[in-house]
């Protein structure tokens, strides 16, 4: 499975975007790229993912550069609440399970300042 | 709809001591996930179900820690003996795993576990 890169902390202004990058140079074509963030204390929580395209929900807009190999996560007005562990990982689907596999990294510690 | 379910949410034992951990996925998924989070790091797989067969446990310390999910439903995670190092939180997941665009993971609050 490839392995994803992130910076170990970001801070934040409230009400700012917030912009968190995730290196993937390794990944296959048949790899999706999710997110998922951790707030103490919480088990992770789905954000978004995409495959190749860029997306957009009620949470966040994930960009996808078009080698697939870098993807940022971008929460448009980003508040306190915000402040989380954000963990990018990309996820084989194997194809006679229908299961996928992922591994995840360490993280981006994302601090919304005041 | 309801979450993961986890039960306990704290656990302490001793060393050499034996704990179980349980698990209630969201009602319909058939993928199953135990995960080790140690303070600072992110979750790490242990075993990985589909239904009620293991796809993946190769992360999983056979000598010590077993986990079965009977009936394809709810799963327990056993540690037998417990050792200092086994501290950490136990998150459970479950996917609908109809393929990789609906292989979203949904996370139960964790069971944290101390050792001493």
């Known amino acids: 499975d490839a392995k994803t890169t992130q910076p170990p902390s970001m801070d934040c202004a409230e009400g700012r975007a917030a912009n968190l990058p995730c290196n993937h140079s390794t990944i296959s074509g048949n790899e999706y790229v999710y997110w998922y963030r951790q707030i103490h204390s919480q088990g992770p929580q789905y954000i978004i993912h995409?495959?190749?395209n860029n997306e957009t929900n009620e949470m966040a807009s994930l960009i996808i550069t078009e080698d697939r190999k870098s993807s940022t996560l971008i929460l448009p007005h980003a508040t306190l609440r915000d402040t989380a562990v954000y963990y990018c990982?990309?996820?084989?689907?194997?194809?006679?399970?229908?299961?996928?596999?992922?591994?995840f990294g360490d993280g981006t510690t994302l601090t919304v300042k005041p | 709809e309801a979450g993961v379910a986890q039960s306990p949410r704290y656990k302490i034992i001793e060393k050499r001591q034996s704990v179980a951990f349980w698990c209630n996925p969201i009602?319909?998924?058939?993928?199953l996930y135990w995960y080790q989070q140690i303070l600072g790091q992110g979750p790490k797989l242990l075993i990985q179900f589909q239904n009620n067969g293991v796809v993946d446990d190769s992360q999983l310390p056979k000598d010590r820690f077993s986990a079965e999910r009977l009936k394809g439903v709810d799963s327990t995670l056993k540690i037998q003996p417990a050792k200092l190092e086994d501290s950490a939180v136990y998150l459970c997941?479950?996917?609908?795993?109809?393929?990789?665009?609906?292989?979203?993971?949904?996370f139960g609050p964790g069971t944290r576990l101390t050792v001493l």
């Open positions: 995409g495959l190749k």
């Open positions: 009602s319909g998924h058939a993928t």
């Open positions: 990982i990309v996820r084989v689907a194997h194809l006679l399970t229908n299961a996928g596999k992922s591994t």
């Open positions: 997941a479950s996917s609908l795993a109809g393929g990789p665009t609906t292989d979203t993971q949904y």
